[in-house]
T-cell receptor, first 116, second 114 residues
Framework: KNQVEQSPQSLIILEGKNCTLQ??????????LRWYKQDTGRGPVSLTI?????NTKSNGRYTATLDADTKQSSLHITASQLSDSASYIC???????????????FGTGTQLKVEL | EAQVTQNPRYLITVTGKKLTVTCSQN?????MSWYRQDPGLGLRQIYY???????DKGDVPEGYKVSRKEKRNFPLILESPSPNQTSLYFC?????????????FGQGTRLTVV
């Protein structure tokens, strides 16, 4: 069964500090891994998308890494800001072998709170 | 502005009263899908559509219907809502189901069934 597990469940950090969120998955056949940011009461917004051959991708202060061998990914946030307070969701996509297309499996997210 | 629009944003209804949540995208995307989000469970796919008149079940389709008569619209229909369908619902669209195609999500519809 395809699964995506994220840790920690929640995290509180001080403004300006860095943090790293983890994602482990058992999804096959692997197509890509995505990180989304979801503000409270709003829809998820894409931060990064990485395919099998990519092991790091940045989007401003967000840097995602992917180790396809160990099936792990991390999202590193640098110099955190209050506006970074949100849920961060790891999503792993698998190829659909019959019929084509891709299927997304969502993690339950890491709830990040950035405080003064 | 490119966007996915859901309506209504909030809805309280009674058990058994049919309702429709609308979803519209202005990006000419082929692929659209509906998800529900419940605490501790992550987003789960209800139904998806790969193009007009092509729909298929996701992971949790029971109690829901969809239609795709036009490319831009993908309404979610609850024929006889029950309290276990109380949830936060998201519509999403993407250009295709290709490897690195980005998915865009609507703002969500918070449904309460009493």
């Amino acid at each position: 069964k395809n699964q995506v597990e994220q840790s920690p469940q929640s995290l509180i950090i001080l403004e300006g500090k860095n943090c790293t969120l983890q994602c482990n998955y058992t999804v096959s056949p692997f197509s890509n891994l995505r990180w989304y940011k979801q503000d409270t009461g709003r829809g998820p917004v894409s931060l990064t998308i990485m395919t099998f051959s990519e092991n790091t991708k940045s989007n401003g202060r967000y840097t995602a890494t992917l180790d396809a061998d160990t099936k792990q990914s991390s999202l590193h946030i640098t110099a955190s800001q209050l506006s970074d307070s949100a849920s961060y969701i790891c999503v792993v996509t698998a190829y659909i072998l019959t019929g084509g297309g891709n299927k997304l499996t969502f993690g339950t997210g890491t709830q990040l709170k950035v405080e003064l | 502005e490119a966007q996915v629009t859901q309506n209504p944003r909030y809805l309280i209804t009674v058990t058994g009263k049919k309702l429709t949540v609308t979803c519209s995208q202005n990006m000419n995307h082929e692929y659209m899908s509906w998800y529900r989000q419940d605490p501790g469970l992550g987003l789960r796919q209800i139904y998806y559509s790969m193009n007009v008149e092509v729909t298929d079940k996701g992971d949790v389709p029971e109690g829901y219907k969809v239609s795709r008569k036009e490319k831009r619209n993908f309404p979610l229909i609850l024929e006889s809502p029950s309290p276990n369908q109380t949830s936060l619902y998201f519509c999403a669209s993407s250009l295709s189901t290709g490897t690195s195609t980005e998915a865009f999500f609507g703002q969500g519809t918070r449904l309460t069934v009493v």
